[in-house]
């Protein structure tokens, strides 16, 4: 077996024994946090933990095929929040006429999903760095949002979609199945698809793609407004689960995203990355704070945690990488 057959292999090892290493530590803490609390088992925690594992999970999900291709989208936060207020705007009394909660998801959703395309082709045709066109893009949208809500809260949304954020399915919540919907769609894409072969090959060797015959600039195109498009359903679902349109929402929401992909194995190097793992590294982040919060850590000390969680993931990455 050569190097080349080898590496993939390699990889698929790494990742399952991510994946494993991390269903343990989740395992360990749902104990720790459940011999510590009763509430924290409770059938109520349980389904706000996944209600709010949901919205960050579907970004992380988003982020994760950023990473995978070789890049990074700082912009998730501020596509999730200018999806939230359109969808609200929409389907409330501020405009002229008040659309049906179908076509206010469907017209957010596909105007923000936009700004994946526009980060493409900044970073492809521009040659942009992604860092700089994604932060650009951010502070672009954060602004917008701004204007088009005067910095005021939007209400008067919709009953019927308040009350879709707490509707549970055979127990579970619904924004929940949304997430693992997602998950699953995007495990597929990633193992069967052209597209998701492409991302791994143009995040492992751009130039090696492109000798091969990989359209760089397509699949670029693609990866930013996949995530995107993941992040304006994730702003949807915060509205819903808010009960208005806010203009802060998704602030930080970025590094919540990454720090779940990097957790669940994602390498900031590229090709390297699974679904599996970033669901789970969500819901490790989600029970940091859930569990936290529960048993009286101070948020900021929880914010440290997190953070130095983070720069451990990255460590243990580049030493299994040597």
Request: net charge positive; charged share 10%.
């Amino acid at each position: 077996m050569n190097a080349m057959e080898r590496n993939p292999a390699e990889k698929k090892a790494r990742s399952l024994s991510t994946s494993l290493m991390l269903l343990i530590i989740l395992a360990v803490m749902f104990v720790a946090l459940g011999l510590r609390t009763d509430k924290f088992l409770s059938i109520g925690n349980i389904q706000n933990l996944f209600r709010q594992t949901a919205i960050y999970g579907v970004i992380a999900i988003g982020m994760t095929f950023v990473i995978m291709s070789g890049g990074i989208d700082l912009s998730v936060g501020a596509v999730v929040g200018l999806s939230g207020v359109l969808s609200s705007m929409f389907m409330s009394d501020q405009l002229a006429f008040k659309w049906s909660i179908p076509a206010s998801i469907i017209v957010a959703v596909a105007a923000t999903t936009l700004i994946g395309l526009i980060n493409g082709v900044i970073i492809f045709d521009g040659k942009v760095p992604p860092f700089i066109a994604t932060l650009g893009l951010q502070i672009v949208v954060r602004g917008t949002i701004m204007l088009i809500t005067n910095a005021q809260m939007v209400s008067g949304i919709s009953r019927a979609f308040r009350d879709f954020s707490t509707l549970p399915i055979l127990g579970f919540p619904a924004l929940g199945w949304i997430w693992l919907g997602i998950a699953a769609l995007s495990m597929l894409a990633i193992k069967y698809t052209t597209f998701g072969r492409n991302v791994f090959a143009i995040g492992s060797n751009t130039e090696a793609a492109r000798l091969s015959g990989i359209n760089i600039r397509l699949t670029t195109y693609g990866v930013y407004i996949v995530c995107s498009f993941l992040c304006s359903v994730a702003g949807v679902m915060m509205t819903a689960r808010l009960g208005n349109g806010v203009p802060t929402g998704g602030i930080g929401y970025e590094t919540d995203a990454i720090a779940a992909a990097v957790v669940g194995g994602a390498s900031l190097s590229g090709a390297e990355g699974s679904i599996i793992g970033t669901v789970l590294g969500s819901l490790i982040m989600a029970t940091l704070r859930n569990g936290g919060n529960l048993i009286g850590i101070n948020s900021h000390l929880q914010e440290i945690l997190i953070g130095l969680l983070i720069v451990l993931a990255v460590l243990l990455d580049k030493r299994r990488r040597k």
